[in-house]
């Protein structure tokens, strides 16, 4: 059996223990917040970042297609040209 001073120290080392399993927990929580707030702001751009990469896909579609908008560009500035 221990003694008194033998629970004394048993209550001393467990106490810090688990003062440093909460210093860990608290950082490992404080990270988790700070990612959790990363991760919002990311869902939060990302739909416009989304609706930025398919329009710039369509346009580069639209450009560089054969026979179609850079063509009719091309046809336009010609035809402004010959006006001139």
Known sequence: MLGSDGWGWVCR??????NGLHDEV???MGCCHELRARVLK???DLPNVEKSLQS??????????PGNMLNIITSLKVQ???RD
Request: no cysteine; net charge neutral; charged share 25%.
């Open 56 to 65: 710039e896909a369509t346009l580069f579609r639209l450009i560089y297609s």
């Open 80 to 82: 402004k040209r010959i």
């Open 42 to 44: 990311l869902e939060t």
């Open 13 to 18: 080392f467990a106490a810090e223990i688990f």
């Open 26 to 28: 608290m950082s490992i």
